[in-house]
């Protein structure tokens, strides 16, 4: 099972949720509030993580900067409740597991966009 690093922007039951399935998920607001996008990625780098985030920000670094990751699954889910975001998250790493790592994913209401960056 896959291992994730929950960006700032990460609601607190999303979290609660995922690790009640099993995900073992380190919350950057409970470890390192405030800290720079970029050490975000040196964090999921060197605790071998896949960033979860609704920050179009680490889009940026990795295709424009060229940042390296461990992986990094982008969601885009505007007008969703909580809990429907949080299905959604969820099924994401039981449908696609380990392909996760070391890609940049996008995840929609509609769809799944998996890209493996190495």
Known sequence: MIQLLADENVEGRVIRLLRSEGYSVTSIQETQGGVADARVLET???????????????????FQQGHIHSG???????????????????RTPRDYGDKLIDAFTVVTVKKVRLRKVY
Not at 46 to 53: F, R, Y
Not at 77 to 85: A, F, N
């Open 44 to 62: 999921s780098v060197s605790s071998a993580t896949v960033l979860l985030t609704s920050d179009s920000d680490f889009g940026k670094l990795h």
């Open 72 to 90: 990094i699954l982008f969601y885009r889910l505007p007008r969703t409740t909580t809990e429907e975001k949080g299905q959604i998250i969820l």
